[in-house]
């Protein structure tokens, strides 16, 4: 990851003394290749970049964390930033007013 994509985060100083040495035991454990794997079964032949807790959150056990490549941890990571944005910017901007009721509803 880049230094920017952490600016701004607690993340790195909620990590675990030993971070380092449970990130390799992870991609140990997966064989250095990516986890994720397609439709049709076959596993991702890229090898694993990053460290992924599958449950975001604070939970560093073993059977949290997966081997992942960097093009699928990016994608991942993307898709739960966009959520979050998506969710604050609800939260922030209710309606102000009721939706108008459909004209081809009836009643």
């Not at 930033?81 to 081809?104: D, F, I, Q, T, Y």
């Amino acid at each position: 990851m880049t230094q920017r994509s952490w600016a701004g985060s607690d993340r790195r100083g909620r990590l675990p003394d030993n971070w380092r040495q449970l990130r390799q035991a992870v991609f140990a454990r997966d064989g250095w290749q990516c986890v994720m794997r397609a439709p049709s079964g076959q596993r991702c032949p890229r090898p694993a970049q990053e460290c992924d807790h599958i449950t975001p959150g604070d939970d560093h056990s073993m059977s949290n964390l997966r081997s992942l490549c960097t093009l699928h941890h990016a994608s991942i990571t993307g898709a739960q930033g966009g959520r979050r944005v998506h969710k604050r910017a609800r939260m922030a901007h209710p309606l102000k007013r009721k939706p108008e009721k459909h004209p081809g509803d009836p009643g």
